[in-house]
């Protein structure tokens, strides 16, 4: 029997005027909304509803804005609907935690907002970049990182067959796109991202966000959540929680997560929240006639 996921994308998916319309035309998503302005003590539906797509670019602003608009998404426009297990890339996962039960809207978005000020500390403390490397197989790039000894680069994104993104130091990823290009690179594209999200540099993140882990209430999952670190299924809290203290410096494995959806019977996917199209268009380069259907785009 074939199973239907939930699936959340993380930063990169926002739009300017996200969740504007549900806001005008549900009156839970509203309630929602209006909660999260006042558990964050500003207006953060006002920068979503009205803002740039400078303001919606800044960390602290875009982690709560997805997140929030992801759950608002899956709360109203996908209550109805029967899924049997969620994932998220990166920021998705908490997301994702609260489709399943294990977070509360409440905590998800405290521990998103710690998330998003504490990767900001870290940028300004440890500056770096990330870059897309297109058209290399995966283990070459891997093998290039590992060698790149002068500064840190480490693969951060398994996105989707001949995508990968890595991230480290600014010089580092200056040096090493040539060494990418030369090994066969088609591309290798440096990201508008505010550091090096998913490698070394955000060690002082994860401490910041560890403790405030460590403080949260973790549910039984009421369905598996497939999580980035490890890209199987997981039902212990004590090892969602486990997973989600390493994931802000540990490499996010979404290739090899909807590999395993795919392998444990998910044949229909439902991208939930932001702009609708990234994680399906991940989803068509792993497995192409998969359908992949947007809720809140």
């Known amino acids: 029997m074939s199973k239907t996921a939930f699936i959340f994308p993380g930063q990169a998916s926002q739009f300017k005027g996200m969740g504007k319309t549900l806001y005008a035309t549900d009156h839970s998503a509203r309630q929602l909304f209006d909660q999260a302005d006042e558990w964050l003590g500003f207006k953060i539906s006002e920068v979503m509803f009205e803002g740039s797509d400078e303001d919606l670019k800044q960390t602290r602003i875009t982690q709560p804005s997805v997140f ?93 067959p001949g995508q990968l993104v890595i991230s480290g130091s600014l010089e580092g990823i200056q040096k090493i796109e040539s060494v990418l290009q030369a090994a066969g690179a088609k591309r290798v594209i440096v990201l508008a991202v505010g550091g090096a999200f998913h490698s070394p540099l955000m ?53 090899q997560t909807m590999e395993n959806m795919i392998r444990d019977g998910f044949q229909q996917f439902y991208e ?3 702009n609708g199209t990234v994680l399906s268009g991940f989803l068509k380069r792993i497995q192409r006639d998969l359908p992949v259907k947007s809720i809140g785009a």
């Not at 399943?100 to 300004?124: I, K, T, Y």
């Not at 966000?209 to 809290?237: C, H, W």
């Open 68 to 160: 929030i608009h992801s759950v608002v998404s899956a709360l109203t426009l996908g209550k109805d609907l029967s899924y049997n297990g969620v994932a998220g890339h990166s920021l998705g996962e908490f997301s994702a935690l609260v489709a399943a039960g294990v977070l509360s809207f409440h905590d998800a978005l405290q521990l998103v907002s710690v998330r998003a000020h504490a990767m900001q500390h870290a940028c300004e403390v440890n500056p770096g970049t990330m870059a897309a490397v297109v058209g290399l197989e995966d283990s070459r790039i891997e093998e290039i990182c590992q060698g790149f000894d002068e500064e840190i680069v480490v693969a951060a994104n398994y996105n989707c």
């Open 203 to 255: 060690e002082p993140a994860r401490l910041e966000l560890e403790k405030a882990i460590d403080e949260t209430n973790f549910n039984v999952p009421r369905l598996p959540i497939y999580q980035n670190v490890t890209a199987v299924a997981e039902t212990d809290p004590e090892c969602i929680k486990a997973n989600l203290k390493t994931q802000l410096t540990a490499p996010v494995r979404w290739t």
């Open 272 to 274: 939930v929240g932001g």
